[in-house]
């Protein structure tokens, strides 16, 4: 059956449209864009119940996640509504998705969601799935952003040069496209003067920009550097192989005020046996130079890893090795995964062990990590420390940021303020602060 829907004097069709976000602040910068996109034209809601059309996109990363998302989906549908799928699962779960779902649009067609959506509209099939070699900065007049914080999403890249054995997202993101630099600052710059004071550089690995252009991360800092106005800048992850081989550089340019001093720099496993296995590039050496000379060039550094927990290949004296490595190293952050295989991933064909083991281990690992992380926050009790408020809280606090990312929570101020917070307690994964 056909939809037709009428336009307002202000040329807005009155359809409702629903969008719902997984994954990554690489998919939520993405909905910045189908935001915007279809704001110009459709009624976006907040509600799946009002929508008329709802757009999910999706997040391939662990087989739990997909499981979830295509739940979802189906509920959707059985409730009346049509569905377009975009983000990851568009290219790894291609097949599935389009049984059950009105459209189905990849990460580098998102730009052209408007036109799926109409296709929706008249009861016909939209899939937009070609490979498109789009600059995603390019499209920051696009976007739509929530202003109901202080913090900006900019994707810098899309794709990676890794070759990880596990992973499927290079399957839907494909090979490594790095950003122009004119439009990443051009982004930057409209996000400051709408008055964001918070930039996220998100993509699937921030170490890798500029290896296809001939340019760098460090580069594109030092240019973020010269932007006027006063913000702080996340660097997403990287891996340790590209932050061992820039490593004088990227140190220089963290320098600078306008960086927080955080590095998300995923490890995996402190096993290199493990990380052969894993296709990873890097050693566990790799990891700990990069967190050894970040420690030595900066007071206060918070350093966030990624380890998985139950790989096919990973012994019981595989796992006490990234134990070790984590009592070792004492990172603040330690987002902990259990193996999940994904078909596709040259993983998939290994034999894969009883969950039971990875919970264990997994559980093993997340007490060792919210003991590491307390004792580091406990330093940090009774000193005053400057912070940028970025959004709202649970039950009316706000949440604040050090110029090392460490989270502070406070019970008053402004979004968008930087002040002087005194810090009266400590949890492993917040810092609890007042003005």
Known sequence: ?????????????????????YGCTTNQADTDIIRGVLGRRYQITGSDKDADICIINT????????????KRIEDLRKSGKKVIAAGCLTRISKRVLSEICDGIVSPDNIHRIADALQIVEKGDKAEFLKVENIDK??????????????????SIAEG?????????????RGRLRSFSIENIIEEIRNAVKLGYREIQLTSQDTGAYGIDKGNSLPELLDRIDDVEGEFRVRVGMM???????????????????????????????????????MRRDHTVEDYEEVVDEFRKNFSDVVVSTDVIVGFPTESEESFWKS?????????????????????????????????WIKKERSRAL????????????????????EVLITKHGKNGSLLSRTNSYRPVILKNGKIGQFVSAKINGAEFNYLKGSV
């Not at 402190?270 to 990380?275: H, K, R």
């Not at 490595?325 to 295989?341: A, F, G, H, M």
């Open 137 to 154: 900065a390019g499209l920051c007049k696009l976007k739509t952003r929530k202003n109901e914080n202080a913090i900006a999403i900019v």
């Open 239 to 277: 891996n340790p192989q590209h932050a061992s081989e820039m490593l004088d550089d990227l140190i220089g340019s963290f320098k600078s005020e306008k960086i927080y001093k955080f590095l998300h720099i995923p490890v995996q496993s402190g096993d290199n046996g493990v990380l052969q296995d």
């Open 323 to 355: 134990y070790e490595l984590i009592e070792r190293t004492k990172p603040d952050i330690v987002n902990i995964t259990r193996y999940s295989p994904r078909k596709g991933t040259l993983a998939y064909r290994l034999k894969d062990m009883p969950d």
């Open 160 to 172: 990676c040069m890794g070759r990880c054995s596990y992973c499927a997202t290079k399957i839907a």
């Open 59 to 70: 997040c391939g990363v662990i087989d739990f996640t997909e499981i979830k998302i295509l």
């Open 366 to 385: 997340t007490e060792l990590a919210r003991r590491v992380g307390l004792e580091n926050n406990l330093r940090f009790v009774g000193k005053n420390l």
């Open 1 to 21: 059956m056909n939809l037709f829907y009428t336009a307002n004097d202000a040329g807005i069709i009155e359809m409702k449209i629903y969008i719902e976000t």
